[in-house]
């Protein structure tokens, strides 16, 4: 029940997301515990978003984004009540964000699932990196 609550999420967010970035919005994409479907009821939901082009600052991000969490609320209220307490933790680059790196890929080349990738650019990233990092490929 738990997986299907936050699959339900993810698919609302990742709506509200294509519709509030529209063309902007490059890779959508989930990392960490619900990537891996290890997810509690207080697990929050780490989020990726690469768009072409974002605000400069991540509070300027942060107040854009909010118009997608503002369209959520009432879901999230509606899962507080059924005792699932999450919050949305997203991260955002811009493509040349991204081929500047992070240390924050690192986790992602193991965790990530891309919910939304235009023209593969952050598959083809991940998996670049994995390459350069164990040597072998993989496939997402």
């Keep these: 029940m738990l997986k299907e609550k936050f699959d339900q999420l993810l698919a609302e967010t990742l709506q509200a997301a294509r519709e509030y970035y529209g063309e902007r919005l490059v890779t959508f994409a989930v990392f960490g515990s619900v990537a891996r ?30 118009l ?42 193991e965790d990530a699932r891309l919910l939304f990738g235009r023209d593969d650019f952050f598959k083809g990233y991940l998996t670049t990196s994995r390459t350069s990092l164990t040597g072998t490929s993989f496939t997402l």
């Design 37 to 66: 479907n290890a997810q509690r009821f207080d697990s929050d939901v780490d989020l990726l978003l690469i768009c072409d082009p974002l605000p400069a600052g991540r509070m300027r991000r942060m107040e854009e984004f909010q």
């Design 68 to 109: 997608v969490e503002t369209r959520l609320e009432p879901m999230l209220l509606a899962f507080e009540k059924q005792g699932i307490s999450t919050r949305l933790s997203p991260v955002f680059k811009t493509p040349e964000e991204v081929h500047r790196g992070s240390p924050l890929f690192l986790d992602l080349v």
